[in-house]
């Protein structure tokens, strides 16, 4: 599980100042382990940003490639950007043909990709 993260953009800044002002942080100073004292600042900081500064969930995931890609089908994809690329720097005959195979095999394999998925959800 990732922890929500502070938010200091949208953070009430003139109020963790004050607070961070008026706050006493003459106990530091009877703590003689450095380890106690590290660990009694950081907990007090971190009462002063749950109060000013908001947090965002960490969790948010969001895929880059549908579900039913797998590793060899995103590695052609990023191969035939590669390909794009360098054809539109030199269009030579050798890319073009390479780029043309590519994509051919790319939209045959997303297509039996697809159809697996989606066979595999009505399995379930």
């Not at 990732?2 to 942080?25: A, E, G, M």
């Not at 947090?55 to 490639?65: A, E, I, L, P, V």
Request: include cysteine; proline fraction near 3%; charged fraction near 30%.
């Amino acid at each position: 599980m990732v922890p929500n993260s502070f938010n200091f953009r949208k953070s009430n800044i003139s109020l963790l100042y004050d607070q961070l002002f008026r706050t006493n942080w003459n106990f530091l100073d009877s703590i003689h382990d450095v380890e106690e004292a590290c660990e009694q600042f950081y907990a007090e900081l971190n009462v002063i940003f749950s109060f000013c500064v908001p947090k965002y969930s960490t969790t948010r995931y969001r895929r880059q490639f549908p579900p039913w890609l797998n590793g060899t089908i995103i590695k052609d994809i990023r191969t035939k950007e590669i390909l794009f690329r360098r054809l539109k720097l030199n269009s030579d005959e050798m890319t073009l043909h390479d780029y043309k195979a590519l994509r051919l095999k790319i939209k045959k394999d997303i297509d039996i990709a697809y159809k697996d998925y989606v066979k595999k959800l009505k399995m379930i």
